[in-house]
T-cell receptor
Framework: GDSVTQMEGPVTLSEEAFLTINCTYT??????LFWYVQYPGEGLQLLLK?????DKGSNKGFEATYRKETTSFHLEKGSVQVSDSAVYFC????????????FGKGTTLSVSS | NAGVTQTPKFQVLKTGQSMTLQCAQD?????MYWYRQDPGMGLRLIYY???????DKGEVPNGYNVSRLNKREFSLRLESAAPSQTSVYFC???????????FGEGSWLTVV
């Protein structure tokens, strides 16, 4: 079945450092890919998404490119801020198959000033 | 902007007690979901409802029941709570199944 694997954390960075969180997926069809973010004590919020190969999703300085050849959707940000400290989840769904989103286990990011 | 609203936010139960988590969305979405979040496990789907009148099992349905009361409301019931059901529960909705989903703020449940 479909699955998502993302790098384990925690990831600890200094402010203004470059961020990469790796995400790879396994899917039988043509999935849509998502990154969600969860701030402490809150629910998950959509950060960005991509619906087909080579699409780049971007939001709030974060970006991720849908790479079908490597089945990857890595999250990147050029300069992190303390306010980016959160848990990041990679997820996929297959809209045509009508499947609910499948999530990775989450990566905790901690940014210090 | 209410979005997805779930109640209660916090609950402590004794083993064997029953309770219902309530969820309502005001976005006119067709699909609704219940996930649980546990440390190191990410989010796991308990049940979902693709449309009013239908429900389907997810990855971890044992010990739970759901009711899609109408298009807005989707409740999750624990008939006989167990300590293994201590978790954070999230309700979510989407226009259709597989599309972007929108989460509630979570319900923290402890079973002692």
């Amino acid at each position: 079945g479909d699955s998502v694997t993302q790098m384990e954390g925690p990831v600890t960075l200094s402010e203004e450092a470059f961020l990469t969180i790796n995400c790879t997926y396994t899917a039988t069809g043509y999935p849509s890919l998502f990154w969600y973010v969860q701030y402490p004590g809150e629910g998950l919020q959509l950060l960005l998404k991509a619906t087909k190969a080579d699409d780049k999703g971007s939001n709030k300085g974060f970006e991720a490119t849908y790479r079908k050849e490597t089945t990857s959707f890595h999250l990147e940000k050029g300069s992190v801020q303390v306010s980016d400290s959160a848990v990041y989840f990679c997820a996929l769904s297959e809209l045509q198959a009508g499947t609910a989103l499948i999530f990775g286990k989450g990566t905790t990011l901690s940014v210090s000033s | 902007n209410a979005g997805v609203t779930q109640t209660p936010k916090f609950q402590v139960l004794k083993t064997g007690q029953s309770m219902t988590l309530q969820c309502a969305q005001d976005m006119n979405h067709n699909s609704m979901y219940w996930y649980r979040q546990d440390p190191g496990m990410g989010l796991r789907l308990i049940y979902y409802s693709a449309s009013e009148g239908t429900t389907d099992k997810g990855e971890v349905p044992n010990g739970y029941n759901v009711s899609r009361l109408n298009k807005r409301e989707f409740s999750l019931r624990l008939e006989s709570a167990a300590p293994s059901q201590t978790s954070v529960y999230f309700c979510a909705s989407s226009p259709v199944t597989g599309n972007t989903i929108y989460f509630g703020e979570g319900s923290w449940l402890t079973v002692v």
